[in-house]
């Protein structure tokens, strides 16, 4: 090729660059991109961490969370030192107490004055924080509900307990050995109406609970604040050995609604009304007879 000629379509020319430099330079000999060099387990352990972390604090603050059972006055439904999950979902979604439910609430009114609170060590305290362990230091208690907005309650001698003039068959839930009812004049013979927004609880251990019975002296008078509802217990974790789920007992299942005393009324006086209204109907209309018009 001559010095002026111009470059042939197979040549390289300068654009080109250098042989083998073309847009695939970096690749290898097999026409594949080297891969990116993987993180290390021990640069991710922290992100992992963090994430668990998080996932635990959002189950713990919206979901659900594990309880101790501090003393006997749930027996035998519960035991001292059982561990219970606590259903935090539902309240978020507006639902509220209802009779029969096992529930952990905050202390209304310094029902644990003067319990002792057991010290946690660090690591209790990093695990009851992220909820994978019960807190040590919250004061709450956990108790049945039974009375909630509008019932009447009512305990006389022994028993049998009433709500709305009704009777509750406890067999299946009361302490064995235990009345419904305690023969006392500290608060176990009353009769009470829970307000709006109240709940009223008794422990399944009767004689050994300091309960909505012994507390009516306080600014609630006795009732327990639905806003200091924690959930509802559903499953016993803890020990395997005793693990269960809570349900409400069947004498919960009854038509246990407060009637109003306008229905009451209106009940009674419908047959009094239709009674008095055939009689009228009956003395009331003249006889018709025969022959003629009046005159």
Not at 96 to 114: C, I, M, Q, S, T
């Amino acid at each position: 090729m001559s010095p002026g000629s111009a470059p042939g379509p197979g040549s390289d020319s300068p654009e080109d660059g250098a042989a083998g430099q073309g847009p695939d330079a970096s690749d290898d000999e097999q026409g594949h991109r080297p891969r990116k060099k993987q993180r290390s387990f021990w640069k991710e352990l922290p992100i992992l961490v963090g994430i668990a972390l998080v996932l635990a604090l959002l189950i713990k603050t919206f979901l659900v969370q594990a309880f101790s059972i501090p003393s006997d006055s749930m027996q035998n439904t519960l035991q001292q030192g059982d561990r219970v999950l606590v259903d935090k979902l539902t309240p978020w979604f507006g639902s509220e107490p209802e009779r029969g439910e096992v529930v952990v609430f905050h202390d209304p009114d310094n029902w644990l004055a003067g319990e002792p609170t057991p010290d946690a060590n660090p690591v209790q305290r990093v695990l009851s924080w992220i909820g994978l362990m019960p807190s040590a230091e919250e004061k709450d208690l956990i108790k049945r509900v039974v009375g909630v907005a509008g019932d009447t309650i009512e305990c006389k001698n022994t028993g049998p307990l009433k709500v709305n003039g009704k009777a509750l068959n406890e067999q299946s839930y009361v302490y064995e050995g235990n009345t419904p009812c305690s023969v006392d004049d500290q608060g176990g013979q009353f009769k009470v109406k829970v307000p709006k927004g109240k709940i009223w609880v008794m422990g399944d251990h009767r004689q050994n609970s300091l309960d909505s019975r012994y507390h009516q002296s306080d600014k609630n008078k006795g009732m327990v604040p639905v806003d200091n509802v924690v959930g509802r217990a559903i499953v016993v974790a803890w020990p395997p050995t005793r693990w269960a789920t809570l349900p409400v007992p069947d004498t919960f299942d009854q038509d246990l609604s407060a009637a109003a005393p306008g229905a009451l009324g209106l009940a009674g006086a419908v047959p009094l009304v239709l009674w008095r209204r055939r009689r009228l109907l009956t003395d009331g209309n003249p006889r018709v007879s025969g022959g003629g018009t009046a005159g």
